[in-house]
């Protein structure tokens, strides 16, 4: 196996400070969210998007702290929540500046 260096990490990925526009919808009869865009470090984890997330809707009584909430890009990819919101906009962004995620709470596909 070939190793990587932290710096081809950041050729990659980007800055690690650097914000990301992370562009979120609901689908699957998910509660939609009345700010559907949020900036992110490249380095922050998508379990840290998902608590974000789940945090705001619970706050507004859209689901109850025991629900679930399925992330997905390129439609049907589900990452896991170890996965970086960098290597997520290296894979599968727009300009590498901007994160379409899509959240139901079910699994959609």
Same mark, same amino acid.
């Given at each position: 196996?070939?190793?990587?260096?932290? /710096?081809?990490?950041?050729?990659?990925?980007?800055?690690?400070?650097?914000?990301?526009?992370?562009?979120?919808? +609901?689908?699957?009869?998910?509660?939609?969210?009345?700010?559907?865009?949020? /900036?992110?470090?490249?380095?922050?984890?998508?379990?840290?998007?998902?608590?974000?997330?789940?945090?705001?809707?619970?706050?507004?009584?859209?689901?109850?702290?025991?629900?679930?909430?399925?992330?997905?890009?390129?439609?049907?990819?589900?990452?896991?929540?170890?996965?970086?919101?960098?290597?997520?906009?290296?894979?599968?962004?727009?300009?590498?500046?901007?994160?379409?995620?899509?959240?139901?709470?079910?699994? +959609?596909?």
């Amino acid at each position: 196996s070939q190793v990587v260096s932290d /710096q081809d990490f950041v050729n990659r990925t980007g800055d690690p400070d650097e914000k990301i526009v992370i562009t979120l919808q +609901a689908v699957s009869g998910a509660p939609i969210l009345s700010n559907n865009k949020v /900036q992110m470090k490249r380095s922050t984890l998508l379990g840290q998007l998902s608590k974000k997330i789940k945090m705001v809707l619970v706050k507004n009584k859209s689901i109850q702290p025991s629900d679930s909430l399925f992330f997905y890009t390129s439609q049907s990819v589900s990452p896991p929540p170890t996965c970086s919101i960098g290597e997520l906009a290296a894979n599968y962004g727009i300009d590498n500046k901007t994160l379409p995620v899509k959240y139901a709470m079910s699994e +959609a596909w």
